[in-house]
């Protein structure tokens, strides 16, 4: 039997190899200060929720005001002002055209709610679409539908059984964008899809790679050009990541469906939304019970969580977020510079507040045992950064300090210096 001090399992966690945890008391701003007594720079924003900083004190005092009013209430036949309010605000910032918000939880269950929206709609306008059009490394969360739209390896290699089957086309890789085009235009005429679903401007998980706005367009225009439903996984790229504050932004697209969560909250609470063009809502709105859009959880549009994103909304209406966003981005453009002419990395890259450079090393991919050995290392340098495999991101907090930006860059400097 295995023996841990804890019962609790945690995420994407090896258990059997696991250190002690780091256990955290408090956190503000870009730090998080630990029962220990480090203060530890959060140089991906926990998880890349966190755009404000931590606490940030607007969603603080809206939460603490909204949790002594109204807690929770069920989402169906019931509405509340938090939920209305910021469903009317986010309709003003997404791209223009999509017109209803679905609520949900987290980024997976955004992603499923998407695929059943773009599923429904075909059902009940009386066509049999099924076929969903990826990108190739793409990651959509770990639910059983989104572990299928993802890339296939190492998270869900246990699974594939179950995973149902998508249609995928290659990462535009500099130089190899007309043939990911083209691929997806044969999808869309071959296969006659349900829908293309992508991750706008660079896909997380899969490596943090980054791809350019032009190619988001005419993906846009070919799925147009064939009635394939676009749908935007914005899960990471929204509130401020890649420049604008949304990616589908920078490539001038609507999509049909998008999907938003993660820095919905300035990432105080989990909650997610599915936003949708209205032929979209159309096809489920009838007399007949049938054609109801079947989907909830319990804690659908839960007002504490929905009045956290009221806040981070009041705080993006703000100048001073947009300036802080577009200052982080420029900061972090200095700071990779230098690593650009470094023969100790490749593929060194920016897009809005994001950075990565991957090690050059003997061994690649997630499982690469230098993935561990920088997380252990910056660790002890008091950074929260977790690589995947030899690719070293930077993605902090919008209230992220020049200086700490110089300490994290020394730590990756030393870290190929020590480790490579
Ligand atoms: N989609 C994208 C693009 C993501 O990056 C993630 C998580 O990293 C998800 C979906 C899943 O989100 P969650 O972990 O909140 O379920």
Not at 242 to 259: H, K, M, R, W, Y
């Amino acid at each position: 039997m295995p023996t841990t001090k804890s019962p609790i399992w945690h995420p994407f966690t090896q258990h059997a190899l696991q250190g002690e945890m780091t256990k955290v008391v408090r956190a503000d701003g870009a730090y998080l200060h630990t029962a220990d007594g480090r203060r530890i720079i959060d140089a991906i924003s926990s998880w890349w929720v966190v755009t404000h900083g931590h606490c940030h004190p607007h969603i603080v005092s809206a939460i603490q005001e909204q949790a002594g009013k109204l807690n929770q209430i069920i989402f169906a036949g019931y509405t509340h002002d938090p939920a209305e309010e910021l469903a009317a605000q986010l309709l003003k910032v997404a791209p223009r055209g999509l017109d209803y918000v679905f609520f949900s939880d987290s980024g997976s269950t955004s992603v499923e709610v998407a695929l059943k929206m773009a599923l429904g709609y075909w059902h009940n306008i009386g066509q049999q679409r099924r076929c969903i059009v990826v990108m190739q490394h793409s990651y959509h969360g770990d639910t059983i539908g989104a572990m299928s739209v993802g890339a296939r390896g190492v998270f869900n290699a246990a699974y594939g059984p179950l995973l149902f089957d998508v249609t995928s086309i290659p990462f535009p890789a500099s130089g190899r964008e007309q043939a990911t085009l083209a691929a997806l235009e044969s999808a869309c005429r071959n296969e006659v899809p349900a829908a293309f679903l992508v991750e706008p401007l660079i896909l997380g998980a899969g490596g943090m790679l980054m791809y350019p706005a032009w190619v988001l367009t005419a993906m846009k225009r070919i799925c147009e050009a064939s009635d394939v439903l676009f749908i935007a996984d914005e899960v990471m790229t929204g509130w401020g990541r890649t420049g604008s504050l949304f990616a589908c932004e920078q490539a001038n697209v609507t999509p049909d469906i998008a999907c938003y969560s993660k820095g919905l909250t300035g990432g105080a609470l989990p909650l997610a939304v599915t936003l949708c063009r209205a032929h979209i809502f159309g096809a489920h709105y009838s007399k007949d019970r049938m054609r109801t859009f079947y989907h909830s959880s319990s804690y659908t549009a839960n007002p504490v969580a929905c009045a956290a994103a009221k806040a981070n909304l009041d705080l993006w209406w703000h100048r001073d977020s947009r300036e802080r966003a577009a200052s982080l981005a420029a900061m972090q453009e200095r700071a990779i510079e230098p690593f650009r002419s470094d023969a100790r990395f490749e593929n060194v890259r920016r897009s809005g507040t994001i950075t990565a450079l991957d090690l050059k090393t003997s061994d690649g991919g997630y499982l690469a045992d230098i993935g561990p050995k920088l997380q252990a290392f910056f660790n002890d340098r008091n950074l929260l950064l977790r690589p995947l495999g030899n690719t070293i991101y930077v993605m902090p907090p919008y209230c992220v300090t020049a200086a700490d930006l110089d300490e994290i860059y020394a730590a990756i400097g030393d870290a190929a210096d020590a480790l490579a």
